[in-house]
């Protein structure tokens, strides 16, 4: 994974993937159901909607610990959303994420989960990530499994699952 400045805003790049912060014009094209030729034909997706209503209340979501487009590398289209639940509580940060129906099953959650967890530990005083997730949802349950989250706690219908910074791991 590498990341570049650009905008005072961190893009991550993976293997196959490019997580950028949104901007407010794609929020508002997201609300307003405006169509864009950067998208895939599924974007937005519910999930993405939500996010897009909620920058408003929560601006630091729109910032460099915020959330983030899914930007496939080969098509360079949008596939879906990935968001820090800035700012951190206790010296931890909830992670969400969500891809379009079309581009599912191809291991873009977890390549994308796996990047901003890491870089969401390099943050300051930020130790832990985590993701609650349904036990109805056994696609999620594998997305953190293969994102190196650990499963810490089974609660009535939910798994809480975590990623920590390594003891050693000074910055």
Same mark, same amino acid.
């Given at each position: 994974?590498?990341? #570049?400045?650009?905008?005072?805003?961190?893009?991550?790049?993976?293997?196959?993937?490019?997580?950028?912060?949104?901007?407010?014009?794609?929020?508002?094209?997201?609300?307003?159901?405006?169509?864009?030729?950067?998208?895939?034909?599924?974007? @937005?997706?519910?999930?993405?909607?939500?996010?897009?209503?909620?920058?408003?209340?929560?601006?630091?979501?729109?910032?460099?610990?915020?959330?983030?487009?899914?930007?496939?590398?080969?098509?360079?289209?949008?596939?879906? #959303?990935?968001?820090?639940?800035? @700012?951190? #509580?206790?010296?931890?940060?909830?992670?969400?994420?969500?891809?379009?129906?079309?581009?599912?099953?191809?291991?873009?959650?977890?390549?994308?989960?796996?990047?901003?967890?890491?870089?969401?530990?390099?943050?300051?005083?930020?130790?832990?990530?985590?993701a609650n997730v349904e036990?109805?949802? @056994?696609?999620?349950?594998?997305?953190?499994?293969?994102?190196?989250?650990?499963?810490?706690?089974?609660?009535?219908?939910?798994?809480?699952?975590?990623?920590?910074? @390594?003891?050693?791991?000074?910055?």
């Amino acid at each position: 994974m590498t990341s #570049s400045t650009s905008s005072a805003h961190i893009q991550l790049t993976t293997d196959r993937l490019v997580l950028r912060p949104w901007t407010a014009a794609e929020a508002t094209a997201v609300l307003d159901n405006t169509r864009s030729a950067d998208w895939a034909d599924d974007f @937005p997706a519910e999930g993405d909607r939500v996010v897009a209503g909620l920058f408003g209340q929560f601006p630091a979501w729109l910032g460099e610990h915020g959330h983030r487009l899914i930007i496939e590398r080969d098509s360079g289209l949008v596939v879906g #959303s990935i968001g820090l639940f800035w @700012p951190p #509580s206790e010296g931890t940060l909830e992670i969400g994420y969500g891809i379009v129906a079309s581009r599912r099953g191809l291991g873009y959650a977890p390549e994308a989960a796996r990047a901003l967890a890491e870089f969401a530990l390099t943050a300051p005083g930020v130790h832990t990530v985590f993701a609650n997730v349904e036990l109805s949802n @056994p696609a999620s349950v594998r997305v953190l499994e293969k994102a190196g989250f650990r499963r810490w706690a089974t609660e009535e219908n939910t798994a809480r699952f975590r990623i920590t910074k @390594p003891a050693h791991h000074e910055r």
